[in-house]
């Protein structure tokens, strides 16, 4: 396992850095195989999306040369990066001219039970709700203290994922992945412009359905539709797609859809 | 300036830290006066508070010993204090055992123009709005994107801080301050259990004004309402109170309470 910041090797970073003072940054999780991130133009997309938001000058094409370096020498196994505004003045005001910092730290792949794929899991109703803040809705940004709450209100393997909704209860997302269903042959995901992640296996899988004139929905799901749904999954560009069997009593079927893009995803995870 | 990382001087942190990774920590920003500083009970009291209320088992008599050792050494100035969750597993779930960092960083006190104290300031009205997060609210966490962003919408000298709202248009606080209106002689300061930060000035202050008999309310603070106040000021643990001037339009006189309790601040604050 190894780390680079800003194109170096090196395991640590300046305090003074606004990333970990105020997470003033932005992160990919990216799953490597043989040497190459499968999902480099949908991370680079979300990222360069992010930035813009944020208003980070990351250069891009340098991004992109480090982090296929960086895959080349992991071969296989996750590649996190962090890119943060870099060092800034003191107080919150971003600095004139910001030398964002990028941070790559390469882990294996995590050890999932084969069950996660096969026979679905059973998600956490998890009881953080997600606060809406439309100017950082589907960004992937250092921000994530209601992911530490919410992955922190189960232990031990019977739940592989947390449920977590809106503070109006609508059904958003998992904790570390997104979340579709299917009814009545449309595949319906939630609309993330209030809260939540707008994962690249999520952004991925939307393109395949569309091309493959799946009839997809983004929109909102309210908590009575989705236990009613026909199938239930969730995806991210680590482990593809599980499918859901249950929460809280409710329970659905691994459905053909969903073993239809459990293939897809597997193709575009190069597995 | 000097920095210590859990208790030696450092100038640098593991990138595997929490605090950079997800933000999973608290922070307090610390006047120092003649060694010493004059709030250190109100900041442990919200540091312990932070603590309970993210998991983080920090060690609170040892935070004290050392806030104390870091502010004797620096004398005059400002201490930060970052405390995360430490160094973690892959992945949201807190670590069954954490062990909590402790960052301290010293920095002089921040030049502001006399005038601020004065004659008052104009405060930029942001359009970032305070998302709504119960489990989160009144915290000094380390998840400040919505600050930065605010912090961002203005430059130049003309506005000293800028007012934040919530997602309702409510009036929460400044963005690096906390905010108080009086009307009627009654002293009114938002209620933060939904977004915002309790700052240890602004409960200083209550306590102050409770004991001298001044009548308080911690309460909803409509922007209708906001405007109609008698007075209007601003207060944190390094600057004081600044009166406040004006916003968008609306005019504010200095008002007697605000000199009244700008003398206790200083006070507090041994200047």
């Given at each position: ?6 194109g ?20 990919e999780?990216i ?5 190459r991130p499968?999902?480099l133009e949908?991370h680079l997309a979300?990222l360069t ?9 990351l250069d891009l094409p340098l991004m992109r040369t480090e982090l296929l370096a960086f895959s ?9 990066l962090?890119v ?18 990028r941070?790559l ?167």
């Amino acid at each position: 396992m190894h780390s680079w910041v800003d194109g170096h090797p090196a395991e640590s970073l300046s305090i003074k850095d606004r990333g970990l003072a105020y997470g003033d940054g932005l992160f990919e999780t990216i799953a490597v195989r043989a040497g190459r991130p499968p999902l480099l133009e949908y991370h680079l997309a979300r990222l360069t999306e992010g930035c813009r938001r944020l208003g980070i000058p990351l250069d891009l094409p340098l991004m992109r040369t480090e982090l296929l370096a960086f895959s080349a020498g992991l071969g296989e196994g996750v590649a996190k990066l962090m890119v943060t505004r870099g060092e800034g003045l003191r107080g919150y005001a971003p600095p004139p001219v910001a030398l964002p910092r990028r941070i790559l730290q390469s882990s294996a792949f995590p050890a999932y039970p084969e069950g996660n794929w096969e026979q679905g899991v059973q998600l956490f109703p998890c009881a953080t709700r997600l606060a809406e803040q439309p100017l950082l809705g589907g960004l992937k940004h250092l921000n994530r203290l209601e992911q530490v709450l919410a992955r922190a209100e189960w232990q031990g393997g019977d739940f592989a994922e947390g449920l977590m909704r809106d503070q109006s209860g609508r059904v958003i997302e998992g904790v570390f992945s997104n979340l579709f269903m299917v009814r009545g042959g449309v595949l319906v995901t939630a609309e993330l412009s209030r809260c939540g992640v707008a994962g690249v296996m999520r952004a991925a899988l939307l393109d395949c359905a569309r091309a493959q004139r799946i009839a997809v929905e983004v929109r909102d799901i309210p908590f009575e539709e989705f236990v009613q749904a026909d199938e239930v999954f969730l995806c991210n560009s680590v482990f593809g797609i599980w499918p859901v069997r249950s929460v809280t009593g409710h329970h659905w079927p691994v459905g053909p859809l969903t073993r239809k893009l459990q293939a897809i995803a597997r193709d575009l995870l190069d597995i």
